[in-house]
């Protein structure tokens, strides 16, 4: 029987697992709730408990399998296998996840940040549609992104390579969680959404379901600005068009840069469809050099919420080159 490889998608509120084939076909998959209570110390062992877990109801032992492959928040240490700075996970101290992980189960496992899982996934599974050369970029509550060059993730000098959240789009614009401003994580994001709702609101004279939202201080999301914007809210496609103006402009200076054959859209914001992508391709086309322009296509993703767990498991295919 082919031997498989097993996937691990962790984030601060749930856990995503998958066994899969060696083409990336998903055989099976479940999630657990992330327990981060005591400084995220139950997370690695309800981790290899859940596995186990699974293993038994499938008659399945390590024998079975390649390896494990994982995405997980903050910062990686590939070749030590370490994480730290997930503080979303609690994890604020050096993580030995691969010696618990590894020695617990008898198998490899390759770890690497979870915007990074997610590019590999729609790389090899998804919208990458078998090119060599693709940038993913995530729009959730935060914005991510992983670079694929010549079928290869980029990792740069200390692990930082596609920090797309981070291209500045507004000088001395809003105030970024990094410290800087203008930083595209401030605007395209889904809590960036909302930032430009409440900007763009304050100088609108119109009438707008937006504005009366805003003004009696109650919640908006991205979700109903794109809804109100497909639905004629001229406030809303305000909004959306300038959100899109800075998204285009800073994937113009990814496609300049690395002139990929794709760059895929993907993350909770992206569920806004073709309201989103047909204005962010018009700000790319209208500030990417021409032979950029006329190359580099933008795309949806195609693989949702299995992106991450999917190519976390292509990583445990590093064993076979081994």
């Known amino acids: 029987m082919a031997k498989k490889l097993i996937g691990i ?7 995503k697992f ?5 083409q990336g076909n ?5 999630r657990i709730i992330t327990d981060i209570t005591d400084e995220g110390s139950h997370i690695v062992p309800n981790m290899i408990k859940s596995i186990e877990d699974q293993m038994r109801r499938e008659d399945y032992n390590s024998d079975d399998f390649i390896g ?10 590939r070749d030590e296998g370490t994480v730290v700075g997930a503080y979303n996970l609690n994890w604020k101290e050096v993580q030995p996840v691969r010696q618990q992980i590894s020695g617990a189960l008898k198998l490899p496992i390759f770890i690497d940040n979870d915007a990074n899982c997610a590019a590999l996934g729609e790389f090899w599974k998804g919208a990458g549609n078998d090119a060599d050369d693709v940038v993913f970029v995530t729009l959730g509550t935060g914005v991510g992104g992983g670079v ?5 993730l980029a990792h740069g000098i200390n692990g930082s390579a596609g920090e797309i959240g981070h291209i500045c789009v507004e000088k001395n614009g809003f105030l970024c969680t990094c410290g800087k401003r203008g930083c ?27 504005k009366e939202l805003i003004d009696n201080d109650e919640d908006i999301t991205s979700k109903l600005i794109f809804f109100l914007a ?11 068009n300038r959100v899109c103006s800075y998204l285009g402009l800073a994937l113009s200076h990814i496609g300049n840069i690395l002139n990929p054959e794709n760059i895929i859209i993907g993350g909770g914001v992206s569920g806004a469809g073709n309201t989103l992508l047909q204005p962010t391709t018009r700000s790319f086309q209208e500030n990417a050099f021409p032979s950029v322009r ?4 933008l795309k949806l993703a195609q693989l949702g919420n299995d992106a991450g767990v999917i190519g976390a498991a292509s990583l445990a295919l590093q064993t076979k080159s081994m």
Request: hydrophobic residues 40%; negative net charge; proline residues 1%.
């Open 9 to 15: 998608d962790l984030g601060g509120t749930t856990t």
């Open 18 to 22: 998958a066994f899969l084939d060696e």
């Open 26 to 30: 998903v055989l099976s998959k479940w």
């Open 68 to 77: 494990i492959g994982m995405g997980t928040p903050g910062t990686v240490n």
């Open 148 to 152: 694929v060059v010549d079928g290869h």
């Open 184 to 210: 595209l994580e401030q605007y395209a994001s889904a809590t960036g959404v909302v930032n430009v709702a409440k900007d763009t609101a304050a100088n609108f004279t119109g009438h707008s379901r937006i």
């Open 230 to 240: 497909d639905n004629g809210d001229i406030l809303a496609n305000q909004i959306v």
């Open 294 to 297: 006329d190359s580099t296509r």
